[in-house]
């Protein structure tokens, strides 16, 4: 059967505790700059980029294609030299002074739920290209990717987390790579977001499998690709 979503990968950086911020939550550089160039290198290659709504409050974000390299890179990929940016709010609680909303280089698509009142779907709708209500206490992830495959045309979809968007993802069969850079920090906190959070799979039997299909070891950071085996594996 033909698969009506896009491809979906997830890329993070995390430290070699697992962890992708540190307590206070706010946006940090786990990586290297070598990071942020295979970050932006992975973004030439998807349609769409995707985070959650916290990820987005947690500091200057932008999610646009990275600068002009990136973008000739993107067209000699065969895509528009700007992606499409796609935001997840339950809520719809997206503070709508956000950095991203300052940028209008490419769409921006927020999916809330029905738990978003009116009132934050129209403050919304003023710096977004489209606001969409899908599922009730939650974003229906199935039929958000479906509606960016027929009306995005979005054949890959990067999400760059955070833990909690990745878990609901994954938990849903919807992801099929991950792009992990393990780096050579120990960041601790019972607190600390890690790359797959909520609500978490109660017994092992249930958790994700993955296969690993590339490494890269570059100085202490350790580049790895894994493929998320279909649960019927
Ligand atoms: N190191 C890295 O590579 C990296 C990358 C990205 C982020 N981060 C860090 O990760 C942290 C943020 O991660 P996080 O897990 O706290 O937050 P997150 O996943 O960015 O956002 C969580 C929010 O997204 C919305 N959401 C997620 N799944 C949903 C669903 N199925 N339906 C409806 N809404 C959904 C909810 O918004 P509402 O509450 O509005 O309903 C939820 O509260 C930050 O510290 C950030 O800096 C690190």
Redesign the pocket.
Known sequence: MKRERPFVLI????SADG????A????????TKRDQDH?LKLRTTVDTVM??????E??DIIMDAGGKKYEQLRISNGLQKQNTRVL???????NPTSKIFHNRNSPIII???K??TTKNIEKLKKVADKVIVY?N?????GRALKYLYQRYNSKRLLC??????????IRQGLVDELHL?ICPRLLGGRN??T?A??IGFSQLIKSTRLQLTAQKLIDDELFTTWKIRPKSD
Do not use: H
């Open positions: 890329n993070m950086a995390m962890k992708i911020a540190s206070n939550r706010q946006l940090i550089s786990i990586g970050l985070c959650g709504a916290r990820t987005i947690s500091g997840v709010s339950g809520s719809g609680t997206i999916f809330v739920s738990k978003a599922g206490k939650t974003v229906s992830l760059e987390g955070g833990g909690e968007l990745n878990f609901a993802l850079t600390s977001p790359i959070d909520g």
